[in-house]
T-cell receptor
Framework: DTGVSQDPRHKITKRGQNVTFRCDPISEHNRLYWYRQTLGQGPEFLTYFQNEAQLEKSRLLSDRFSAERPKGSFSTLEIQRTEQGDSAMYLC??????????????FGSGTRLTVV | AQKVTQAQTEISVVEKEDVTLDCVYETRDTTYYLFWYKQPPSGELVFLIRRNSFDEQNEISGRYSWNFQKSTSSFNFTITASQVVDSAVYFCALSENDFGNEKLTFGTGTRLTIIP
């Protein structure tokens, strides 16, 4: 169990550019979540995968955002035509099903995005 | 919809004092989970405790203790004999089963500063 890995840790991009983040969850966790955290706020839910299926997207996730989890393993979050309002910490978390033993969420260290 | 309120935005105490962080939640579900996470300056969310809605026993782990009261929808967190290393932002979170999506709803966090 090596934890949840996110790459890159930091990303600075110019407004209008596309960016892609990667998340590698804990291998036996079938659920994967993306959250966004802005300064002074708690993390907010963006989207959720159970295995390879994306089952829910928050209204926070505009059409410029897309997430994938091919083969139910790692996940990518892409933001197209970035805007300054996209600047935030993007957190990935993975978990087992609620009925499993040791149910809980493990978070990665996050990717801090700065749009200039 | 679920909601978590952490009314204390910032708390400062002198080292070795006890401190309690408040958390009040709202949910329509009878089955839910409550969590506390610690977020140090490095940014990673560190899991502290999980409590399910059927277990109202208070829990103690070293200097940490948690008081869960369903009657007042509160899940408060107490640090005894605080230390400088306890300085961080602490988040309370709620997980319901929203048609299979077990996403976390976070409070806005309490920034705790321990003064040496």
């Amino acid at each position: 169990d090596t934890g949840v890995s996110q790459d890159p840790r930091h990303k600075i991009t110019k407004r209008g550019q596309n960016v892609t983040f990667r998340c590698d969850p804990i291998s036996e966790h079938n659920r994967l979540y993306w959250y966004r955290q802005t300064l002074g706020q708690g993390p907010e839910f963006l989207t959720y995968f159970q295995n390879e299926a994306q089952l829910e997207k928050s209204r926070l996730l505009s059409d410029r955002f897309s997430a994938e989890r091919p083969k139910g393993s790692f996940s990518t979050l892409e933001i197209q035509r970035t805007e300054q309002g996209d600047s935030a910490m993007y957190l990935c978390a993975s978990s087992r099903d609620r009925g499993s033993a040791n149910y809980g969420y493990t978070f990665g260290s996050g990717t801090r995005l700065t749009v200039v | 919809a679920q909601k978590v309120t952490q009314a204390q935005t910032e708390i400062s105490v002198v080292e070795k004092e006890d401190v309690t962080l408040d958390c009040v939640y709202e949910t329509r579900d009878t089955t839910y989970y409550l969590f506390w996470y610690k977020q140090p300056p490095s940014g990673e969310l560190v899991f502290l405790i999980r409590r399910n809605s059927f277990d109202e026993q208070n829990e103690i782990s070293g200097r940490y203790s948690w008081n869960f009261q369903k009657s007042t929808s509160s899940f408060n967190f107490t640090i005894t004999a605080s230390q400088v290393v306890d300085s961080a932002v602490y988040f309370c979170a709620l997980s319901e089963n929203d048609f299979g999506n077990e996403k976390l709803t976070f409070g806005t966090g309490t920034r705790l500063t321990i003064i040496p």
